[in-house]
């Protein structure tokens, strides 16, 4: 596989462990710490999918999301959460925002490269 993925997770052990273990599977990564410059490093490096912890310091999955798909540029970007919340409303409200897919921690690194794969060949339509 291959495609540049943006990782926005607070936690620096899981953040470290999904990019090393994607750039093992060819993807080029970048990451950050905080939702704080995401949506200007989505605007400039325009990744072929996105993965977003829920609860990141300075603005939630959610609000980043909104202005996500609210910004031309990076609408149709693919976008999967991954987070510990195991709440079906949180899940709800994801999917409701955009979200392509919602993961719960601890995620299987095979089913979160199924993920990848499924959302790479998925032609996105801006809503």
């Known amino acids: ?4 993925i943006l990782i ?3 936690d620096e052990i899981i953040r470290s462990i999904i990019f090393n273990l994607l750039e093992l599977e060819n993807f080029n990564v970048i990451s950050a710490v905080d939702g704080l410059n995401c949506l200007l490093i989505a605007q400039k490096f325009q990744p072929d999918l996105i993965i977003f912890d829920i609860d990141i310091p300075q603005l939630d999955g959610y609000s980043f999301l909104r202005n996500l798909r609210n910004d031309l540029s990076t609408a149709n970007i693919p976008f999967v959460f991954i987070t510990s919340n195991l ?3 949180s899940r709800s409200q994801a999917l409701q925002l955009g979200a392509n897919d919602y993961l719960t921690k601890p ?3 095979g089913t979160l ?3 990848i794969s499924n959302q790479l060949k998925t032609p996105q339509v801006a809503c």
């Open 8 to 10: 926005i997770e607070d």
């Open 113 to 115: 490269l199924n993920v």
């Open 1 to 4: 596989m291959s495609g540049t």
């Open 107 to 109: 995620v299987k690194f």
């Open 87 to 89: 709440d079906e409303d």
